[in-house]
């Protein structure tokens, strides 16, 4: 069984408590490998050796342009190690390969964009009101930013956050979900291969009570960039708001994927599958509601579940593997809760709404893709992120009522519009409470395009030229030309 250290300031090293915790793999429920349980201790050491590097030394000391070639290296040497990252992925949060091989493989953009944008971050002069002065503003690093990534998809999540705080000149602690570290603390070794100096990129793995709070309360981190629930969020937002400490919260969703009757069904079939058993529906952007225009409702049922109910599950490594296990054992008692609590506020299991038990399942933590018909919005079922296999379908008659249950939840990450009318694609698209609107599609995401969400689905933009602002801060530089009369008692 494999034994992993921290990694900080970097080096490989064992936790200060020298203790170490299991991680399973949700396939086979079996333990891989133990990971460190590291404490405040280690979080301090990390984060010193992080403030170091970016105060004093060579990162400190390198042009934009360097930073970004090293960023690129590390894209090149991603690229060559896709396949083992994936790997460990997949046995660590049994999503499917086909999946996380994508991922891996598109991971390397981040860094290629992100350090080519390092050196094209500028400051401005500016045309003052005052004669005798010069002035520009230049752009610095934040400083020293804690990144605390969910357990769903962690390195793509990680670089969503890290490409752009490197651009920028940051350096990094990052601090994984305890139930998927294993990609983070393989990925570090990367650094040292691309010619990373020591101590701007640092991996301290635990539990959140005894790490997540010491980084985000450590002294010395400027910034917490930060994606899971709501729940945790909030805490951590008001622990880092007491402490005056930037933060980036991307928290989740309750996205509504509507259907009008004028769209391609066969493509909206596909995309509401797509939306939400895709990842077994564990991601932030799932379209875990289906709105569908009453005049084609049962009809559009019809084809979703032709389609829906020839889901393959098994074993996530498989190719022919299309619905995988849920990642940990509460999510997997949360997700089939949420389905006993559907039944009980009445509404219809049409598919699923059991634990999966086939064969090819073994000993895993699946729960069967499932579709609800007959939700009302008010549901709990229509408000709270399952984040698991579960699909609710709602019908709605014109626009209107389309939009006002779509924005009716307290979330507003993504949501998608299905229709061949332009001007309806428009207009929706312009009135859905959502940091992300699909027209015709879902799920696409990009390094070059801004994701986040409205409300309460969090604050700030990743990916994009967007993104690396959060991590910068303004300062603005006067200089006396000399043409002014030096007057002490007066404020120029």
Known sequence: MKRYQLHINGAYREPQSGAWFETQNPYTGETWAEIPRGDAQDADLAVQAAHQALTSGPWAEMTATQRGALMRKLGDLIAQDATRLAETEVRDNGKLFAEMHGQLNYLPQWFYYYGGLADKIEGSTLPLDKKGYFAFTRHEPVGVVVAITPWNSPLLLLAWKLAPAL?????????????????????????????????????????????????????????????????????????????????????????PNVVFEDADLEQAVFGAISGIFAATGQTCIAGSRLLVQRSIHDEFVKR???????ARMGDPMSADTQVGPVTTPPQFKKVLDYIEVAQQEGATAVLGGKKGTAPECGNGWFVEPTIFT?????????????????????????????????????????????????????????????????VNTYRAVSFMVPFGGYKDSGLGRENGIEAVKAFLQTKSVWINTGAVASNPFVMR
């Open 374 to 438: 007959g939700v009302r919005n008010d549901m709990r079922i229509a408000q709270e992120e399952v984040f698991g296999p579960v699909l609710s379908i709602i019908s709605f008659e014109d626009e209107a009522d389309a939009l006002r249950i779509a924005n009716d939840v307290r979330f507003g990450l993504a949501a998608a519009v299905w229709t061949t009318d332009i001007g309806r694609a428009i207009r929706m698209s312009e009135k859905l409470q959502a940091g992300t609107v699909w």
């Open 304 to 310: 979703l579940l032709e389609v829906a109910s020839s």
């Open 167 to 255: 651009a920028a000149g940051c350096t990094v602690v990052v601090k994984p979900s305890e139930f998927t570290s294993a990609s983070t603390l393989e990925f570090a070794a990367l650094f040292e291969k691309a010619g990373f100096p020591p101590g701007v990129f640092n991996v301290v793995t635990g539990f959140g009570a005894e790490v997540g709070t010491a980084l985000v309360e450590h002294p010395l981190v400027a910034k917490i960039s930060f994606t899971g629930s709501d729940a945790t969020g909030r805490i951590i937002n008001e622990k880092a708001a007491r402490l005056l400490k930037h933060t980036s919260m991307e928290l989740g969703g309750k996205s």
